[in-house]
């Protein structure tokens, strides 16, 4: 079992930036992968990056490229994402996920565990 809670969303506008946090606590067989997806009203959830827990390294979406960083502090069990030039189209409910799978791009349907998500919004 894995808990997750995330927090840093906030409205902001555009251009500026947000920090958001996830610390996770349970099993870390469950955490080999973390990720961070998002989701805005009436679409689909989706992918925006993806860390290795164990080696640090990141993948992102095409969207999030060169704007946003995925981060983490091993010795506080929480990983960040660092965005930077929000756009309105950011705006989304922001969730934190963890995979037990080996490959960790950030497709949803990889990543079994949760957070309730935290709310970014950008405004023009």
């Known amino acids: 079992q894995v808990h997750l809670v995330e927090s840093g969303g906030g409205s902001v506008h555009t251009g500026g930036s947000l920090r958001l946090s996830c610390a996770a606590s349970?099993?870390?067989?469950?955490?080999?992968?973390m990720g961070w997806f998002r989701q805005a009203p009436g679409k689909e959830r989706e992918g925006v990056a993806g860390?290795?827990?164990?080696?640090?390294?990141?993948y992102y979406t095409g969207s999030v490229k060169g704007r946003f960083t995925i981060s983490q502090d091993n010795a506080k069990n929480t990983v960040y994402l660092q965005m930077n030039s929000l756009k309105p189209e950011d705006t989304a409910m922001y969730y934190c996920?963890?995979?037990?799978?080996?490959?960790?791009?950030?497709?949803?349907?990889?990543?079994?565990?949760w957070g309730q998500g935290t709310q970014v919004t950008v405004s023009s």
């Open positions: 996920a963890t995979s037990s799978g080996g490959y960790c791009y950030p497709a949803k349907e990889a990543y079994f565990y």
């Open positions: 349970g099993s870390s067989a469950s955490r080999n992968c």
């Open positions: 860390i290795v827990t164990g080696d640090g390294r990141t």
